[in-house]
């Protein structure tokens, strides 16, 4: 084992004992608010409807953006906000925009290791996979990799964990096929071209894994241009898999693209 690696262990392994003593200490919180609602499943009513919300807008199937009510998508071709060139997978799944509830599930998961909403996640996930006529057979599932020393700072691989939650629910294998051999600045602020530019060549397939015809379901907790799916999928493709198919939790863009679409009978939503 590495240095890096013995480290890591030792870090997430006190990151996890810290988390399990807070949750004897603390009361149960609701996972898509923090408030301190009774929470059925992780969630309060509220967040319950909300998500419900969430997972019912419509999207397009190849860049996850919403779509309004008069926005055409043709499969092969994407949308008006698709970008150009397309994403090497094929087809995106998502639960919803990255707004909450999801992404307050997603911070408590990557940033306080909290897996309360965890198996929640995975069948969500692996029931909008099932659901998706067009994704077709899978072979394996492969999470996108993150840099060591954010996984040590974080304490936990989060798209490793989703992952393997979808995978339990679709009886899928997970293999661990990509990792990540450059580390990147974060994406956060940059423009799809600076994006793909800062994550090419951040990825490689690992040579001992056959992938030789592989339909792979690519999971990673979030997607804004899709540059670095993107470049996860180019590696797959190069190593021998046929078809990528990107699943996330939550597609981040614009308030305004799915605020209208939000709107309940009574004409209020819960998601400020």
């Keep these: 084992m590495s240095l890096a690696g013995g480290i890591e262990r030792v870090w997430v392994a006190g990151r996890a004992s810290a988390a399990a003593i807070a949750d004897l200490l603390l009361p149960d919180l609701c996972s898509g608010c923090d408030t301190a609602a009774p929470a059925r499943n992780g969630l309060c009513k509220a967040c319950v409807i909300d998500l419900m919300h969430l997972t019912g807008l419509p999207y397009c199937l190849r860049c996850g953006s ?28 998502r639960l919803g925009p990255y707004a909450p509830p999801l992404r307050h599930i997603v911070h408590q998961l990557k940033y306080r ?6 198996e929640r996640l995975g069948l969500l996930l692996a029931e909008a996979v099932d659901g998706c006529g067009d994704v077709g057979e899978l072979d394996v599932i492969a999470p996108v990799p993150s840099w060591w020393s954010r996984r040590l700072m974080r304490g936990v691989d989060h798209a490793a964990l989703l992952a393997e939650a979808v995978g339990r629910r679709m009886d899928l294998p997970i293999a661990p096929v990509l990792r990540r051999v450059r580390n990147t600045p974060p994406q956060v602020g940059r423009s799809r071209t600076q994006r793909v530019h800062n994550v090419r060549g951040a990825f490689d397939a690992v040579a001992d894994d056959d992938l030789g015809g592989a339909r792979v379901l690519l999971i990673d907790d979030v997607t804004t241009t899709g540059a670095t799916a993107s470049e996860c999928a180019r590696m797959l493709l190069r190593a021998g898999a046929v078809r990528v198919t990107l699943a996330v939790v939550g597609k981040a863009e614009p308030y305004k693209a799915y605020a209208p679409r939000l709107q309940t009978p009574g004409g209020a939503t819960n998601m400020d």
């Design 66 to 93: 919403t779509l309004g009510p008069y926005i055409k998508v043709v499969y092969g071709d994407g949308c008006a906000f698709c970008p150009t060139p397309l994403p090497r997978f094929a087809r995106v799944v």
């Design 113 to 118: 290791r909290s897996t309360t909403m965890l």
